[in-house]
């Protein structure tokens, strides 16, 4: 990074910017060698140098090395202090030095309160944590292999979180033998996670995983929210955006990593405000971060288990135990691509069957066919995504065209492009292979001729089943298990429900008075990523309604 400094990712602040910042924190003096934070603390704060330097140094004891040093008028800092998760780099003031500390807490008054130096500093924070990924920088290894779920699960896991990691192929890595013997672990315990360099977990749960990293705060007994958001896709985003930013306290409660089914789109291109496009995953990390600025808090690997729905304030149970109480509940779970009636569909289930197309996927398989099922928006960013990676993708639909379920635009490139061959009237009707997927056969219903390939790869991108099985009887549901809410819901659906209030339900209200259903769980929602982040800003202004009652 010292080679590739620029302005935007260490700016030089003005002696005004300076005298601005000094009412957040205070002034001291560093002694010569006085590390100021070190990898893996969880509590660190942000320092901007008045006099003298600081060093940031990677954490790799074996290939330690400076990453940057910050001179007069610069500052210490990345995504992760925003995020209260442990510092990934060592700093340290190699010769005596005049300080200005701030801790996490004003750090974050400070860009709630001053536009300027919010832009100054998130932006500096965000560019640094990408060359701190791109640069696998941190004491996070993955072993594992490509014919290994769970490797997958753990590699997709910290990259969609945005935790650095080195990953190490036991069938491709020389020497893993040796690290293997220095942790007291075999192949037989792939996946291994060893974090921060010291602790090592084998083939842990991606709670266990974010347990490890320090991913998420803990959540004090007793505390009650004015807002609980189950879900962290770009509704759920919205929402806690929305809901810190007008003051109330807000808990996400997210099952694997922000961003939902949108975080694993390879390229947005017809949202609002982004003409060239955005990944899923860049719109939710700045979408994180946006919240986290405001104050609200972000739990991964944390989802809601159950609603107890018969008191309030509400209880929401969640996974590995615990519960939180909240004021009102915003579920945005989201919706999960149907799974095919294969009998051996789990067998190849992330060992060939994949159910997203981000950069993970891509990588494992450059030059060979691939296959995807399904015909909406998802479908097609994924094959042009897969197709500028794969030799070819064939795309298979059960109708004849694209038109009724795909925006124009992809339809027209997937019509244009020579990698992609689209197969409408297609089923797959079997799965072949040993550990991981080797074949595919598929049928045309109009010739009823199947056709088996050579395909190691299949993407399922079709329909979609709600997350809803955890509210358990608390709200009315439609006939596919979709969220009723607002006009939708009939007088018979709050008879049954015994609707309290005099007043008929809010917009995105559900038959539970308090509990707002936003995104693709929401029955007729508009499956369109603007649309979600409306649905999740409009319930905050319902939520206050509710609060004000």
Known sequence: MANERNE???????????ARIEAFGKRRQSTAGEVLFAPG????SMFIVIDGAIEIVSSAEATRHVVTIHQTGEFSGEVNLLLGRPSLVLGRTPAPATLIEIDRAEMQRMVQTDSELS??????????????IANEVGEVVLAGSVHSPDTLRLKEFLTRNGEPFTYLDVERESGIQELF???????????????????????????????????????????????????????????AVYAASEGLSVLVLETNAPGGQAGASSRIENYLGFPTGIS??????????????????????????????????????????????????????????????????????????????????????????????????????????????????????????????????????????????FRPYTEVEALEGG??????????????????CDIQHLF?????????????????????LFIKTGMDLASED???????????????????PGVFAVGDVRAGSVKRVASAVGEGSIAIQLVHRFLAE
């Open 8 to 18: 935007s990712m260490f700016p030089k602040l003005s002696a005004d910017q300076i």
């Open 460 to 480: 399922l991108m079709t329909g979609a089943s709600p997350n809803t099985a955890w509210l358990d009887g608390c709200v009315a549901l439609d006939d596919r």
């Open 181 to 239: 013997d220095h942790f007291n672990v075999g192949v037989e315990d792939i996946p291994v996670l060893i974090c921060r360099g010291a602790t090592v977990l084998r083939n842990p749960s991606n709670a266990e995983a974010a347990a490890c990293l320090g991913f998420n705060a803990h959540l004090e007994e007793g505390t009650v929210y004015d807002v609980v958001v189950a879900g962290a896709g770009p509704s759920g985003l919205a929402a």
């Open 435 to 452: 550990v991981s997927l080797e074949r595919v056969r598929w049928k045309d219903s109009r010739t009823s001729e199947s056709k088996t």
């Open 280 to 421: 899923g995953q860049d719109l939710a990390a700045r979408a994180l971060v946006q919240a986290q600025k405001f104050g609200a808090q972000v739990n991964v690997a944390q989802c809601a288990k159950a609603l107890k729905c018969s008191g309030r304030p509400f209880v929401i149970e969640i996974n590995g135990g615990g519960t939180v109480h909240s004021r009102s509940v915003i579920v945005a779970t989201g919706a999960q691509y149907r799974k095919l009636p294969l009998p051996n569909l789990a067998r190849f289930e992330g060992a060939g069957v994949y159910y997203g197309a981000t950069h993970v996927e891509a990588q494992m398989c450059r030059g060979e066919e691939v296959a995807i099922v399904g015909g909406g928006n998802s479908a097609g960013q994924a094959a042009m995504y897969l197709s500028n990676h794969a030799r070819h993708v064939h795309l298979l639909v059960r109708g004849p065209g694209l038109s009724d379920t795909m925006s124009r635009y992809l339809i027209r490139r997937i019509e244009e492009s020579p990698a992609i061959t």
């Open 119 to 132: 832009e100054l500093f998130l932006r500096a924070f965000m560019l640094r944590r990408a060359y701190l």
């Open 41 to 44: 603390q969880a509590v660190f």
């Open 494 to 512: 709050l008879d049954a429900a015994k609707w309290p209030l005099r007043r008929a339900p809010n917009l995105l209200e559900s038959s539970l």
